[in-house]
Each structure stands twice: as structure tokens, then as C-alpha cells.
């Protein structure tokens, strides 16, 4: 599965790779050479980030929905033990 950006987030991570490279090297990099740097990172190490995203995911869900059963649960037969909880405090 491809990861595929806005135009608009294409935009700004470009422009994100230009001044990082200025900033950290003092070298400037041409908007081609930042957004090919930018498709390599997304074919190349994108998938990894998404993967581990999915898994975190998935696991968050697996703990959410094993303790489902706990943050919705409804006691039986309520109505006798209000009746009698009413009746003792009188």
C-alpha cells in the first residue's frame, strides 16, 4: 500500500527538508531534490511507520474491547436490592 500525502503536506515537508538541510549543514537543497528525498522516504521507510502505527492501534482496540465488558456493564435484577437498600435506611 502506497502512502500517499496531500499536496498541501507534500508542500510543507518539502519545505521542511529545505531548511532542515540548510539548517543542520548550511547547505541548501533544491525543492526537486528535497521532494525526490521526500518520495524515497515515504516508499522507503513509510511503510515501517505506518506498520507500527496499525499495530498500536490494533492493540489499543484489543485492550479496549477486552474491557468492554467492564465499562458497560449493567447489574441484573437491580430493582429488589434498591427496594431493600431504601428499606434498611428507614
Known sequence: MAIEIS???RQQAIASIERY???TSGEKIGNIAAGGL??????EIGPVVYNQAVSRVQERMTTTISELDIEIHEDEFPYWRKVDSKKSRK
Do not use: S
Not at 38 to 43: A, P
Open 21 to 23: 538541510f540548510l539548517e
Open 7 to 9: 499536496r498541501e503536506v
Open 38 to 43: 521526500l518520495t524515497f522516504f515515504l516508499e
